[in-house]
C-alpha cells in the first residue's frame, strides 16, 4: 500500500462563508482511500496531478453567489466573483478567496518552469497559475474544474497582505491588534530556500526577510490602511537593520499580491519620500509576493501569549 507523503497535523485554513480562520486537520490518506472516494478523472487529476481536457468541464461563470471548493476535501478555494472567461476551456480566477487555503510549489514535468496550486489541507493538484490574469492581481488561476465542487452561498472574500519591517515578533503584533485583521502569521518571504528554519534565515544563508501574512476584510479595511501602518511602526530608511537587529532578514520589504498592491504600495512610498519626514532615502523593497513559509510555533503570536505590547511602535 502506498504510504502517504504529507504530514498530519493541524493548518489555519480560512472559511469564507464565516469570514474566519479555523485551526483545521490536514488530510491525509493513502492513495487506496482515495480511489474510493473519488471517480477515476477526480483521482487522476487531483492524485496523480492529471489535467483534464480543455472545454471538458464547466467554465461558465454561475449567475448565483457561491463558492468553489476543493473535491476531495471540501475547503473553499475560490470565489464566483474572482472568476473569468479566459477563452482557455479551464476555469479561471484571478485569485482565491485566502492565500493559505492553497500552497504552490514549481512544476517542471514538462521541462518548462510552471507554478502549480495545489489544497492546503489535503494536497490536491488544483491547476496552474499564471501572470496573465486581469486587474486586480494580474493572475490567472487556470484550474481543472474536476478539481471542484461548486456550491451555492453567500461568502466574504479576504485580502491578503505580506510585510516585513525588522523583527516579526512586534510586527506582528502591531497588525494583529488592527481592527478587521482577521488572522496573522508570521514567517518567511523574499528567500531562495524551500522551508527555511530560523537558524538558516538568522544566518542570512536562505535571503528571507522575517514577514508578516495577514488576511484583513477588504469591505471594512483598507490595504492602503495596512501600508499606512507598516510605515508607521518602523524605520523604512534603514539598510537591512532594524533598531538592534541587524542583517537582510530584517530588511523593510513589501511584497504585494497583485498590480493594484503593486500601484498603491509604490505610490505610498512615493508620497512619504515628498513628505519630508526622513532625510535619508527609504531603501524599503518593494517586489511580487511569492511563497510564504510559516515560521516555527514558537514565533507565532510571541508577543502577545507573553503579555508584551508591540514595542516596534
Known sequence: MAKPVEEAGKIPIYDARSGKVEEVERIVKADAEWKKILTPEQYEVTRKK????PFSGICE????????????????????????????G???FYEPVAPINITTEEDLSL???????????????????FDDGPPPTGKRYCINSVALKFVKTDYKPAGAATFAAGCFWGVEESFRTLKCVIYTRAGYAGGHTKNPTYEQ????????????????????????RLLDEFWKIHDPTALNRQGPDIGSNYR????YHGKEQEKLA?????RLE????????????????????????????????????????
Not at 492529471?50 to 481536457?53: F, I, L, N, S, Y
Open 61 to 88: 461563470i454561475p449567475k448565483e453567489k457561491g463558492l468553489y471548493q476543493c473535491v476531495n476535501c471540501g475547503i473553499d478555494l475560490f470565489g464566483v466573483g474572482t472568476k473569468f472567461e479566459s477563452k482557455t
Open 50 to 53: 492529471g489535467t483534464e481536457k
Open 90 to 92: 479551464w476555469p479561471s
Open 266 to 270: 509604490l505610490g505610498s512610498k512615493e
Open 274 to 313: 515628498k513628505s519630508g519626514k526622513y532625510k535619508d532615502k527609504i531603501v524599503t523593497q518593494i517586489v511580487p509576493a511569492g511563497v510564504f513559509f510559516p515560521a516555527e510555533e514558537y514565533h507565532q503570536r510571541y508577543l502577545m501569549k507573553r503579555g508584551l505590547p508591540p514595542y516596534c511602535r
Open 111 to 129: 521541462g518548462v518552469s510552471r507554478t502549480e496550486v495545489k489544497c492546503a489541507r489535503c494536497g490536491a493538484h488544483l491547476g496552474h497559475v
Open 252 to 255: 523593510s520589504a513589501i511584497f
Open 201 to 224: 534565515v538568522s544566518a542570512g544563508k536562505t535571503g528571507h526577510a522575517e514577514s508578516i501574512e495577514i488576511l484583513y476584510d477588504p469591505s471594512v479595511i483598507s490595504y492602503s
